[in-house]
């Protein structure tokens, strides 16, 4: 079992900035992919970014390149979003997830955490 926890979520300008943060515990997860998503109030949960533990490597939606940056600390065992030029459809419920597929499909990775709010206000 892999055990997440966001923070950092909260209410923000448009064009300001803020860095979630997924803290994990429980099985260590070695090779694994971490991911962040978005869901916007009424609307599917999508795919924002993603980071291989190993190595690091990372990849984004397209909405989102130039502007997020997805990193972790192995050390901490935790996965930041650090999110700028933030734009009002960048609001919505953001939850970090684990998985050792590496997809941008939800339905693939199995552990959650509980999500963290983002408002972005035009």
């Known amino acids: 079992q892999v055990q997440l926890v966001e923070s950092g979520g909260g209410l923000v300008q448009a ?3 803020l860095r979630l943060s997924c803290a994990a515990s429980g099985r260590p997860v070695g ?15 999508e795919f924002v970014a993603g ?16 502007r997020f940056t997805i990193s972790r600390d192995v050390v901490k065992n935790t996965v930041y979003l650090q999110m700028n030029s933030l734009k009002a459809e960048g609001t919505g419920d953001y939850f970090c997830a684990a998985d050792n597929s590496g997809t941008t499909y939800p339905m693939s990775y199995r552990y959650w955490g509980q999500g963290t709010q983002v408002t972005v206000s035009s």
């Open 31 to 45: 090779n694994w992919y971490m991911g962040w998503f978005r869901q916007a109030p009424g609307k599917e949960r």
């Open 15 to 17: 064009g300001g900035s």
């Open 51 to 66: 980071i291989r533990w190993r190595g690091g490597s990372t990849y984004y939606a397209d909405s989102v390149k130039g």
